[in-house]
């Protein structure tokens, strides 16, 4: 026990007794911050989407949209919180705020390449983190994990939207009704 007490404390540390306390690395801080940046441009998507759904009087669609700004402020609020526990900071950097919709359908593809991009951004820092901060490639399973769902939603979506003309207004309010 004594060998290891050793290794964590700093010379420094060692004379005063307090260990050096552990922090993340600068790329795993760099990852963490673009993906805090993409939680709430994601929040700012799916809120301006609820809104325009609202003015549209697609009810359904808007409570849904509104449930996933919801959800993109505790994704980002978990990477934070994961942040300040090894004494990181974290830096809030400025989201993309403007959205704009023609239909319901660009709504659904919008949100649906945003997803698909995000879960590849987890794919690769997960794999830059492997090999040096097994760690964070831990807490990084549960993003992971999210947009996997995320992405299989939307496909379900999507294969919806191919089952209507989305030309036809009456048809694209049936397929809110049925799978908001």
């Known amino acids: 026990m004594e060998i290891k007490k050793r290794n964590i404390l700093s010379e420094q540390s060692k ?19 673009d993906r805090i940046k993409d939680e709430y441009t994601a929040h700012y998507f799916y809120r301006a989407a609820s809104n325009w759904c609202d003015d549209r009087n697609y009810k359904k669609a808007s409570e849904f949209f509104q449930k996933e700004a919801v959800n993109e402020l505790e994704h980002s609020e978990k990477i934070q919180n994961y942040m300040t526990g090894f004494n990181i900071i974290p830096q809030i950097p400025q989201a ?50 999210i947009q996997k769902g995320a992405i299989v939603e939307y496909n379900d979506l999507i294969n919806a939207i191919d089952l209507i003309d989305k030309t036809n207004k009456f048809e694209v309010l049936y397929f809110e009704q049925t799978y908001f």
């Not at 004379?15 to 690395?25: F, I, T, V």
């Open 96 to 145: 993309e705020t403007k959205h704009s919709f023609e239909s319901l359908v660009d709504v659904v593809y919008g949100a649906y390449e945003m997803e698909l991009a995000l879960m590849k951004e987890y794919n690769k820092n997960s794999q830059e983190l492997f090999t040096e901060d097994i760690t964070s490639f831990d807490f990084l399973t549960e993003f992971r994990e």
């Open 15 to 33: 004379s005063e007794g307090q260990p050096q306390l552990y922090k993340l690395s600068e790329k795993t801080i760099k990852i963490f911050t």
